[in-house]
């Protein structure tokens, strides 16, 4: 067991919030409980997740995608007024990191993609913190064969646009909708660039640079930070923590 204002202050530090200038606020966003045992974690705070954790008694839900995103309605109506009413009603905490889960060295969405795809940072290519990272593949690989990895081990067939290298041995990449930093990634001479998302134009830039483009889902490439984070929340405060995955083709 945790309290809610003690677990806050330490996500707060962890993640380093400050650092960040964010589309949403950053950590609590509707309060419930101040004592915290059941902690349920996921990507999106939908409807789906918020009975989920509902039903499994949780005291806190945490997510990377939560509420109250810039030029969004601000009323609290609709769809919004029954996610909220559901929280409040059960007494539950909703916490939310966007970019700071991005970013984080070793629990955040980039680096634990990085774990899964056998990749290796070198560079940091966005923002400071970086949210873009820039490396090295384990193994040199073909853009197929890339494809074929990323398939296996996130469950996901990615869109593959080829490009010019034979092999991909550098590659840059940020999870989530990332796609319009392409042409900054392009600036780095690496081989391929990886994200969730793809727009109309994404795909002229890869062809007219030549960069392998792997767009591999929004939500496959950002499960793995509230993952990981829960787990070391579990083993740090001694918290009961359930991960659930509402799937998303996005």
């Not at 915290?36 to 939908?46: M, P």
């Not at 001479?189 to 795909?203: I, W």
Request: hydrophobic share 45%.
């Amino acid at each position: 067991m945790v309290r809610r204002d003690e677990l806050l202050r330490y996500l707060h530090g962890l993640l380093n919030v400050d650092a960040f200038s964010d589309y949403c606020p950053n950590g609590l966003q509707v309060e419930g409980r101040a004592e915290i045992r059941k902690l349920v974690c996921g990507v999106t705070a939908c409807q789906a997740l918020v009975d989920a954790a509902v039903a499994a008694g949780a005291d806190a839900l945490l997510v990377h995608h939560g509420y109250f995103w810039k030029g969004e309605q601000p009323t609290i109506t609709g769809l919004k007024r029954r996610r909220v009413q559901a929280l409040l009603e059960a007494g539950i905490n909703l916490l939310a990191y966007h970019l700071p889960l991005d970013a984080h060295p070793q629990l955040g969405n980039n680096a634990q993609l990085a774990q899964r795809l056998g990749l290796t940072a070198s560079d940091g290519l966005v923002g400071e913190p970086a949210i873009v990272l820039a490396g090295s593949v384990d193994e040199p690989v073909s853009g197929e064969g890339f494809a074929a990895r990323i398939a296996d081990r996130l469950q996901r067939v990615p869109l593959h646009i080829p490009g010019r290298a034979a092999e991909i041995r550098c590659i840059a990449w940020c999870s989530g909708g990332a796609q319009g930093y392409i042409g900054q990634a392009a600036t780095l001479g690496v081989d391929a660039y990886l994200t969730g998302e793809v727009s109309e134009q994404t795909v002229h830039i890869a062809r007219e640079t030549g960069l392998h483009f792997f767009a591999a889902g929004h939500h496959a490439t950002e499960r793995y930070g509230a993952q990981a984070l829960g787990a070391h929340l579990a083993e740090r405060f001694a918290l009961q923590v359930e991960f659930v995955d509402i799937d998303n083709p996005a």
